[in-house]
């Protein structure tokens, strides 16, 4: 079974600095993406960042980047200098074999002012 | 260009109705997934749709069923509705890869189903 944890099920970050999101996953697939998404109380799941499971280059978009370690199986997410509209559900998911997304439990991330 | 779209927003059925929701996917787009969302969990994968065909399918039960129009839009039907069924329904739209699989996945707002 394919299988995605989150272990930190609540964090808070002062705003203007970083943190960091884990997220591990089991798979036996080698070809395979991964996202993170958040979803703020508004309820709409918005994407945050994408990995290509081939690619050793971690992904970056502006504030947000990714530390991917393919062979621990291993997905975090760093948020630099941290806003107010940050705050909101982060999900982990990959896409094995590029199909369907599996989430897991969430993180709830808190922006301290 | 327009998102991913949804309707109805809100839905409120009772016990052992029947219910549709629908999907408009992105511009582009071919293939639609859908997914369920109980309060407080990670969204559960329901289903996926490309060319009018399910493609693959989640641990749900036959009282949820669907279709892919030629337009590419789509309807999630569920029946004999349980109390559980109680969730947010997020559907997702991507585009059907050369080589096999889907590419980024993008979600509407939801529809919002409370069964009482």
Known sequence: ?113 | DAGVTQSPTHLIKTRGQQVTLRCSPKSGHDTVSWYQQALGQGPQFIFQYYEEEERQRGNFPDRFSGHQFPNYSSELNVNALLLGDSALYLCASSERKLAGGTDTQYFGPGTRLTVL
Do not use: H
């Open chain 1, 1 to 113: 079974a394919q299988t995605v944890t989150q272990s930190q099920p609540e964090m808070s970050v002062q705003e203007a600095e970083t943190v960091t999101l884990s997220c591990t996953y089991d798979t036996s697939e080698s070809d395979y993406y991964l996202f993170w998404y958040k979803q703020p109380p508004s309820r709409q799941m918005i994407l945050v960042i994408r990995q290509e499971a081939y690619k050793q280059q971690n992904a970056t978009e502006n504030r947000f980047s990714v530390n991917f370690q393919k062979a621990a199986k291993s997905f975090s997410l760093k948020i630099s200098d941290s806003q107010l509209g940050d705050a909101a559900m982060y999900f982990c998911a990959p896409s094995f074999g590029n199909e369907k997304l599996t989430f897991g439990t969430g993180t709830r991330l808190t922006i301290i002012p």
